[in-house]
């Protein structure tokens, strides 16, 4: 059983950065690939960015590409998403979600509880 807990959610201007971090507790995320999702008030959840386990591959929603970076320490069980240029647009509760799927997969195991994102304009 995999434990995800993100941290590092905030209020920040338009234009400001932020970096989320999750952590896992419970197993190894070497094994994983790691996603971020978000989901605005009102809104259905959506895929950010998503990270395979040796960090070699990465995708990202058109929305955040060139702004958001995904990364991970698997010596540290964390992934992190560097946010960039925000948007109020980027307002939203960021979640963390992991699973051993594929890479094409949209189903993931295991999620953290999420941390609010504030971008004001």
Known sequence: QVQLVESGG???QTGGSLRLSCTASGSTLSNYIMGWFRQAPGKEREFVAKIIWSGVNTNYAASVKGR???SR???KNTV???MNSL???DTAV???AATTGSWWSSSY???GQGTQVTVSS
């Open 109 to 111: 195991e295991y999620w």
């Open 87 to 89: 948007k109020p647009e």
């Open 68 to 70: 958001f970076t995904i």
């Open 73 to 75: 320490d698997n010596a």
């Open 94 to 96: 960021y979640y963390c």
């Open 80 to 82: 992190y998403l560097q």
């Open 10 to 12: 905030g209020l920040v």
